[in-house]
């Protein structure tokens, strides 16, 4: 089926220009985004002249997650945020098509009239932080609070779940594993003591599992970055594209997973750092980071006693074996540096940063 043929499939318009963007994350990820230019009143009102259709053939995009992201969208909407609306074909479906030899499901999306965050100059104050962040964060506060329900399917970010049908286990755990055999070919005596720090982190995650359905849960777009995020011409925070990782989450683990990644690092500020000292930055940043948008998010949003209790082993799980500790062992070639790396992460699984204060 050639572009204008999936073009017809939800428009009887036909664009008279098409660029085509490849997004693919591997072979088992193929997404194509195909964006239509029309004559002035030939689509719907309120879609312009631009129409784009997306395909995808991977384990996390199929009928239930469109479902899902179109639900979503309006409901983010109805809170007053700006996002694509989705469409299904005109026959009121989301069509699968063979395309380059893949079996593609595929869908329509209107053309956002505003621009990511990314395209834009000098949008991070002076510590580092974007400045639209309090708006993303007291986003997620408002959709915490709204407590959606209406689909069991898990965020990108879980942490017990299965995101992706093409993965073995969830991401967190994955990267621990990925930690555990670089541990397992240390020479002694530093690999007895990533063992029992093994032990540790893998009954920090057990007793987190046992404990994690007490913790309120919504439906989030759940991907905050600078490429997703959408700024008016001010540069003042409008909404968010891109549902790929969209689903059903706590508000801590969204928090703990995205925050410590959304401020950005100005130009130069880790190239000269040696890999310890970059994972201890990291994980300070961390904390610094985490404490500032549990303060944000509590403008809107009232943390749960439980909320409270798991903060502090949510953060020592997520954190300790995650990629920065893990590259760091990898690629540690001394004694010294081993031992640094391990203390490293010794330092997550037992230091006692002060979250609760800022959740109040």
């Not at 063992?195 to 913790?215: F, G, P, S, T, V």
């Amino acid at each position: 089926m050639d572009h204008k043929d999936i073009f017809r499939l939800f428009t009887e318009a036909e664009p008279f220009h098409i660029e085509s963007r490849d997004s693919c994350h591997g072979d088992e990820d193929f997404r194509r985004t195909l964006i239509g230019t029309f004559r002035a009143g030939a689509l719907p009102e309120g879609f312009g002249e631009k129409l784009v259709v997306k395909l995808a053939a991977n384990g996390f995009t199929d009928h239930e997650h469109l479902e899902l992201w179109e639900r979503l969208t309006n409901e983010y909407r109805a809170l007053g945020y700006d996002c694509p609306k989705i469409l299904r074909s005109l026959d009121g479906v989301f069509p699968e098509i063979d395309h380059e030899g893949r079996r593609c499901v595929c869908w329509a999306e209107e053309f956002s009239k505003h621009r990511c965050a990314d395209t834009f100059t000098d949008i991070q104050d002076e510590d580092g932080r974007y400045r639209y962040l309090d708006e993303a964060l007291l986003m997620n506060a408002r959709v915490a609070a709204k407590r959606f329900d209406f689909s069991p399917l898990p965020s990108g970010y879980t942490l017990f779940g299965i995101f992706d049908k093409n993965d073995a286990e969830p991401e967190v755990m994955e990267v621990a594993h990925r930690w555990l055999k670089t541990a397992e070919a240390l020479p002694e005596p530093h690999r007895e003591r990533a063992m029992k720090l093994w032990d540790r982190w893998l009954a920090l995650y057990e007793n987190i599992r046992d404990q994690y359905e007490r913790l309120p849960s919504s439906i989030f777009q759940a991907d905050i970055n600078s490429s997703n995020v959408l700024l008016d011409e001010g540069g003042e925070f409008a909404g968010v594209i891109d549902f790929n990782l969209a689903g059903r989450d706590t508000l801590l683990n969204l928090l703990l997973r995205e925050v410590p990644y959304v401020y950005g690092w100005p130009e130069g500020d880790k190239k000269e750092l040696e890999p310890v000292e970059e994972a201890r930055t990291d994980n300070d940043l961390a904390v610094r980071r985490i404490r500032y948008a549990l303060s944000v998010v509590g403008r809107e949003y009232r943390f749960t006693d439980a909320e409270r209790e798991l903060v502090l082993p949510l953060f020592r799980c997520v954190r300790a074996l995650w990629r920065p500790n893990c590259d760091c062992l990898e690629e540690a070639k001394t004694n010294s540096e081993i031992a640094a790396a391990l203390d490293e992460v010794e330092r997550v699984l037992t230091e006692d940063p002060d979250f609760v204060s800022a959740m109040e």
